[in-house]
């Protein structure tokens, strides 16, 4: 009997176009990947990769098998959400994945409704940033993520997913009291260009989106400090180290000697629910998805609402 699990692997170098890619998004060693691809090549009695240059490519026998596991990872999928659709209820096991200031902001209000609701549905968050979530989200680790991308650098998803807004969280200026702009009703960042920065760490998706924002407004930042949590962030501003922008979500509350300014264009972050097409009629994703935009609702501002878009939507 083929193993489900090498399947996955199979399908997973089909979709992402090599040994490497596919270990990153299962989350395992590229050798663990390679023997796992002998296993079922031996299983099958067919050769399944062959060299290509310094990578490998499928070969016909591959390709073929490849979109028989493509269709039989989605009917694992659904017979999983058919059957908890069956019941009628939210219950069993629901993994959810979604970035620091969402897991502080949304899910203590989200998971609080699901509790009393559903008491037969036992949620548990990880806290993860949105590529990391999408990768655990596409090999079934987690069955929900909450991701964001901003207003101007849209975060690319797989294929086979289904999401929901959530809302849409401003982002503000922070600045050390005594700073010569913080009495100002708003600011546009070209005025910040000589000050220093405070960023999120090198290489993630929101330090790539400020660098990204600042140079288009003619600002080459000057980095002063790198810091990933909000609260580390404005303890950094307090002490009168640099400027940092702020998303209001999870940010409070304020330390004293921070002060806070909108930007004169307004800067927008998109939060949203995220989970695979194939589950999309389990109960608990959608009893999920609605404590969430309820929790969002809750925090006034600009909110995405309840519709659903995608495959199975």
Same mark, same amino acid.
């Given at each position: ?83 908890? +659709?069956?019941?009628? #209820?939210? !219950?069993?096991? *629901?993994? =959810?994945?979604?970035?620091?200031? /969402? @897991? ?122 790198? +810091?990933?949590?909000? #609260?580390? !962030?404005?303890? *950094?501003? =307090?002490?009168?180290?640099?400027? /940092? @922008? ?68």
């Amino acid at each position: 009997m083929l193993s489900l699990e090498r399947l996955r692997i199979l399908h997973a170098i089909d979709t992402y176009g090599s040994v490497s890619a596919a270990a990153d998004v299962l989350g395992v060693t590229t050798s663990a990947v390679s023997q796992q691809m002998a296993k079922l090549e031996r299983e099958t009695g067919q050769t399944l990769l062959t060299r290509s240059g310094r990578g490998v490519r499928l070969t016909d026998a591959g390709r073929l098998l490849s979109g028989h596991a493509g269709q039989i990872l989605s009917l694992v999928e659904l017979a999983h959400s058919d059957l908890e +659709a069956h019941r009628g #209820a939210a !219950v069993g096991d *629901l993994a =959810a994945g979604a970035f620091p200031t /969402a @897991v502080r902001g949304l899910f203590p209000a989200a998971l609080r409704a699901l509790r009393a609701a559903h008491p037969q549905l036992r949620t548990t968050v990880h806290e993860l940033e949105p590529h990391d979530s999408l990768a655990r989200l596409n090999r079934g680790d987690i069955d929900l993520a909450v991701v964001l991308d901003w207003y101007n650098k849209p975060l690319s998803l797989p294929g086979g997913l289904a999401k929901a807004p959530l809302f849409d969280d401003i982002v503000d200026v922070a600045l050390p009291a005594g700073h010569r702009l913080e009495d100002r009703q708003e600011i546009d960042l070209g005025e910040l260009a000589d000050d220093d920065w405070i960023a999120w760490p090198d290489g993630g998706f929101c330090h790539e989106w400020l660098l990204f924002t600042l140079r288009g407004k003619g600002v080459e930042p000057r980095i002063a400090h790198h +810091a990933e949590e909000h #609260a580390t !962030v404005l303890a *950094l501003v =307090a002490a009168g180290l640099g400027v /940092a @922008v702020v998303p209001r979500l999870g940010r409070d509350p304020m330390p004293e000697g921070v002060r806070v300014v909108p930007v004169r264009h307004t800067m927008r972050r998109h939060v949203y629910a995220v989970w695979r097409a194939d589950a999309d009629r389990r109960p608990a994703i959608r009893a999920a998805v609605d404590a969430l935009g309820a929790a969002a609702a809750g925090l006034g501002g600009t909110t995405g609402g309840p519709a659903r878009s995608g495959p199975g939507a």
